[in-house]
């Protein structure tokens, strides 16, 4: 069974910037599409950014110019990058990777931004 597991959370006043980090126990990365999401409290799981593994990246309109995701496959990790940061970005992040009928999640880290 992959595990995910994020990294990179924490509490950041408006304006300021986080970077989250994804590492996978296998090498997934490289062949199967990935994305981090993100769920507020009250609210639906959301898509943020999703890169597949031939590179094509993908951000919701809510952070687009704000957030980079990327990945590194020597590694096992994605990341997701993210500046100028809101308090309405509040959430907990969560990244994924999926195929052709399975997917994998990590546990999730909490960002708080504060106003």
């Known amino acids: 069974q992959v595990q995910l597991v994020e990294s990179g959370g924490g509490l950041v006043q408006a304006g300021g910037s986080l970077r989250l980090s994804c590492a996978a126990s296998e090498s997934i990365f490289s062949r199967n599409a990935a994305g981090w999401y993100r769920q507020a409290p009250g609210k639906q799981r959301e898509v943020v950014a999703i890169?597949?593994?031939?590179?094509?990246?993908n951000y919701s309109d809510s952070v687009k110019g704000r957030v980079t995701i990327s990945r590194d496959n020597a590694k096992n990790t994605i990341y997701l990058q993210m500046n100028s940061l809101k308090p309405e970005d509040t959430a907990v992040y969560y990244c994924a990777a999926w195929g052709a009928g399975y997917d994998y999640w990590g546990q999730g880290t909490q960002v708080t931004v504060s106003s």
């Open positions: 890169i597949t593994s031939s590179g094509y990246i």
